[in-house]
């Protein structure tokens, strides 16, 4: 049996949206160090893949991913997830890049890219070395432009609202093509904080929700700014390193937002 493999999530975006009015859909993805999803493979009759926790992928959408890639070896995936799918972290597209790590060939990023678009009408950048220094077009699977690295930086995580799986049709997004040309310019982290919290709050206004407490908290907890999943629950405010308030996690919890936790991002 093949050794396990890991493969990298995203926390939400620092920046997505459209690229004009009527651009293409584009985000700049959120890496942090530490959550993965960690993938095992055991050789079978049929293409299957389970999360431990959270029950079998869609057997249509992974025979869509399989054949898009031209074809997989039969066995069963077994992936452990760090965060429930659906809520904005990537368990998505990671989940089926743990299914393709097994294929017994190399397979080239931007195929699995389009493979994964393929199988459910969007893809994350996670299939490459450094996806935030990617400015992407996610329901197309290309590269629009590189991008500076993201900023090192300490946050304070938790998700808000029921989870929202991605619905590939859906592009009422605000427009952001202004705030991409910004962040391709080198700047410390307080400007890419709040490149990532104007984001957000354009969002926020024009899909909702509109009781989010994310904003608020980043005010009353003096952060950088904040972000968000644009189209999920994940949200975080945005620290310099070693900067968390104390008992700043009580806060988010009695705001309302669950499985509130650290993480950091590296400068790529």
């Keep these: 049996m093949p050794r396990p493999i890991s493969v990298p999530c995203h926390f939400g975006e620092w920046i997505q949206g459209r690229l004009g009015q009527v651009g293409p859909l ?5 890496t942090p160090a530490g959550p993965r999803v960690i993938a095992r493979w055991r050789a079978g009759v049929r293409l299957a893949c389970q999360s431990m926790t959270h029950g079998p992928m869609d057997p249509a959408l992974l025979a869509r991913f399989a054949r898009a890639l031209g074809g997989l070896p039969p066995g069963r995936t077994l992936l452990r997830l760090p965060y429930p799918p659906g809520l904005g972290t990537g368990m998505s597209t990671a989940g089926l890049l743990g299914v393709a790590a ?7 990023p931007l195929a699995l890219a389009r ?3 393929a199988a459910e009408g969007g893809s994350d950048p996670l ?3 450094q996806p935030s220094r990617l400015l992407w077009a996610s329901r197309q699977g290309r590269i629009l432009a590189r991008l500076p690295p993201q900023p090192h930086a300490h946050l304070l995580a938790g998700f808000w609202g029921p989870a929202r799986p991605t619905q590939a049709g859906d592009l009422a997004y605000a427009d952001v093509s202004d705030l991409v040309e910004r962040w391709q310019a080198a700047a410390p982290l307080a400007t890419r904080a709040a490149l990532a919290s104007e984001s957000a709050a354009r969002c926020v206004a024009l899909r909702g929700p509109s009781e989010d407490p994310t904003e608020r908290l980043a005010q009353d907890l003096g952060a950088l700014g904040w972000m ?9 405010l945005i620290f ?6 104390r008992h700043s996690m009580a ?3 009695e705001a309302g937002l669950r499985g509130v936790h650290h993480l950091a991002t590296l400068g790529d």
Aim: hydrophobic fraction near 65%.
């Design 26 to 30: 584009a985000l700049i993805t959120l």
């Design 102 to 108: 097994f294929a017994g060939r190399a397979l080239a």
């Design 115 to 117: 493979a994964c678009v």
């Design 127 to 129: 299939m490459f070395a």
């Design 228 to 236: 968000m999943s644009h189209s999920g629950a994940a949200r975080a």
């Design 240 to 245: 310099a390193p070693g900067a968390l308030p």
């Design 251 to 253: 806060a988010l919890r």
